[in-house]
């Protein structure tokens, strides 16, 4: 049976489209791994920042929708720390820090290998019915 995690990245094309994978989810964590392809490069020839901000946003979803679905971000920050370049394999690694009520904040790292490309921070709110 599918988890409230497996469900939403089903039906996420934006992530899909970008060639994002869930390579693993639970307890408030989550990985998630981005191969930068050409067409993801701006015009100083390294990734886009906004798609950094894609792949640290959807490690974010899954960790905060592994512990109540749904949930969603509420606000989000992410200061880059290090150009990526086509071809570079990231992987955003999310956590939850903690949480308050129905809200949380969890810290997400994208690395390339061992060298820190971006860090981001969000802030989720569980909401009580589905989003339209």
Known sequence: MADAVDEMMSA?????????EVLEHGGGRARVRMRVRPDMVNGHDVAHGGLVFALADTAFACA???VAA???AAA????FVA?????????????LRTSFGRNGIYDVTVRRGD?????????????AREPR
């Open 76 to 79: 989000a920050e992410i200061a």
């Open 64 to 66: 905060c929708n592994s």
């Open 115 to 127: 060298q820190v490309i971006a860090e981001f921070r969000g802030r989720s709110h569980h909401v």
């Open 83 to 95: 150009p990526a370049r086509a071809g570079d394999e990231l992987v955003a690694e999310a956590a």
């Open 12 to 20: 996420d094309r934006a992530s899909g489209a970008l060639g994002m």
């Open 70 to 72: 749904p949930t969603l």
